[in-house]
């Protein structure tokens, strides 16, 4: 029987320092980042039935005809927010779109605010004919934002960081939640097509609820691709490629993908929530020598352009 991701509960970080759940919680989640890139956390406070409302109001968004959805596109912002189509991204090592159409929703920040200002963070994008998308998704990103900075809080405990190391890294970031939906194609899928190619996600962490249909899978240190299998209700947390070059490759950027299904599943919907450094700042890594520093705008717009976003 193949090993899986390790599964992980967050009330045990909210004990004490010195009660030994909370020491478990830190060397279980470090040490599954730097074996698999991946772990499931469980008990994150991000309410259930939030998700739930958040996978119908998507389920109603993107049944929207395609040019109401096109309104809402935003290249000039390199699609870091409003509606990114069918056929666009790619990973950023194949031609081949992947089967997707997605959503952007980002931080907003007051209008005098520098970054708001350079278009840096941009201003949001939500669709005027659903009426509770702007309040459903705003309501997740706080949740999942909350629950992503205790996480980053327990890597930086592992790493031996100060409290405020991650937290002061992403204050005002451009972090996003993507909204996707993987449609049904039943047997229309283009040669060498899949939901998502296999890639590394460009961020510092994404946070994954449960999706509505399986279809994760992760490449091993092995060189085995394994089916992520969870327990309900947990987010699947994975380090992405800026993580790897501020640990000097400790906490790995792993490859990722989600395969097509054996027969029509009648769609795929997921939310992951990635979490981005303020444009600013520096990604050094921790060890000298590994690799040369980059700003974290420089890094992003690098690899947006690698996917055929920007």
Same mark, same amino acid.
């Given at each position: 029987?193949?090993?899986?991701?390790?599964?992980?509960?967050?009330?045990?970080?909210? $004990?004490?320092?010195?009660?030994?759940?909370?020491? $478990?919680?830190?060397?279980?989640?470090?040490?599954?980042?730097?074996?698999?890139?991946?772990?499931?956390?469980?008990?994150? *406070?991000?309410?259930?039935?939030?998700?739930?409302?958040?996978?119908?109001?998507?389920?109603?968004?993107?049944?929207?005809?395609?040019?109401?959805?096109?309104?809402?596109? =935003?290249?000039?912002?390199?699609?870091?927010?409003?509606?990114?189509?069918?056929?666009?991204?790619?990973?950023?090592?194949?031609?081949?779109?992947?089967?997707?159409?997605?959503?952007?929703?980002?931080?907003?920040?007051?209008?005098?605010?520098?970054?708001?200002?350079?278009?840096?963070?941009?201003?949001?994008?939500?669709?005027?004919?659903?009426?509770?998308?702007?309040?459903?998704?705003?309501?997740?990103?706080?949740?999942?934002?909350?629950?992503?900075?205790?996480?980053?809080?327990?890597?930086?405990?592992?790493? *031996?960081?100060?409290?405020?190391?991650?937290?002061?890294?992403?204050?005002?970031?451009?972090?996003?939640?993507?909204?996707?939906?993987?449609?049904?194609?039943?047997?229309?899928?283009?040669?060498?097509?899949?939901?998502?190619?296999?890639?590394?996600?460009?961020?510092?962490?994404?946070?994954?609820?449960?999706?509505?249909?399986?279809?994760?899978?992760?490449? $091993? =240190?092995?060189?085995?691709?394994?089916?992520?299998?969870?327990?309900?209700?947990?987010?699947?947390?994975?380090? *992405?490629?800026?993580?790897?070059?501020?640990?000097?490759? =400790?906490?790995?950027? $792993?490859?990722?993908?989600?395969?097509?299904?054996?027969?029509?599943?009648?769609?795929?919907?997921?939310?992951?929530?990635?979490?981005?450094?303020?444009?600013?700042?520096?990604?050094?890594?921790?060890?000298?020598?590994?690799?040369?520093?980059?700003?974290?705008?420089?890094?992003?717009?690098?690899?947006?352009?690698?996917?055929?976003?920007?």
């Amino acid at each position: 029987m193949k090993e899986n991701i390790p599964v992980v509960d967050f009330r045990d970080f909210q $004990t004490p320092k010195d009660d030994p759940r909370y020491q $478990t919680f830190v060397e279980v989640l470090g040490k599954g980042l730097e074996k698999f890139g991946f772990v499931a956390v469980s008990h994150s *406070g991000v309410d259930p039935e939030l998700i739930e409302q958040c996978y119908r109001v998507a389920a109603e968004t993107f049944a929207l005809d395609d040019t109401t959805k096109r309104q809402y596109e =935003r290249p000039v912002a390199g699609r870091q927010r409003g509606y990114t189509p069918f056929g666009v991204e790619h990973a950023k090592d194949t031609q081949v779109p992947d089967l997707k159409e997605f959503w952007h929703v980002g931080r907003e920040l007051a209008d005098d605010h520098p970054l708001h200002q350079s278009g840096e963070v941009p201003p949001h994008a939500y669709p005027a004919e659903v009426a509770e998308f702007e309040r459903a998704f705003k309501a997740l990103f706080a949740a999942q934002e909350a629950f992503g900075l205790g996480l980053l809080d327990a890597v930086g405990e592992y790493l *031996g960081k100060p409290p405020s190391f991650f937290r002061d890294l992403v204050r005002d970031g451009n972090t996003v939640l993507r909204i996707i939906n993987y449609p049904d194609m039943g047997t229309t899928v283009p040669a060498g097509a899949v939901r998502a190619a296999a890639h590394e996600d460009i961020n510092l962490m994404t946070i994954l609820p449960s999706s509505t249909r399986p279809g994760l899978e992760l490449l $091993t =240190r092995d060189g085995e691709w394994l089916a992520v299998e969870t327990p309900p209700d947990v987010m699947v947390c994975d380090t *992405g490629d800026m993580m790897q070059l501020l640990t000097a490759g =400790r906490l790995p950027a $792993t490859t990722h993908r989600v395969v097509n299904p054996d027969d029509s599943d009648g769609g795929r919907l997921s939310m992951p929530f990635f979490i981005h450094p303020h444009p600013d700042a520096l990604l050094d890594p921790l060890s000298p020598g590994y690799a040369e520093p980059m700003v974290t705008r420089d890094f992003l717009t690098e690899r947006l352009r690698a996917t055929g976003v920007a």
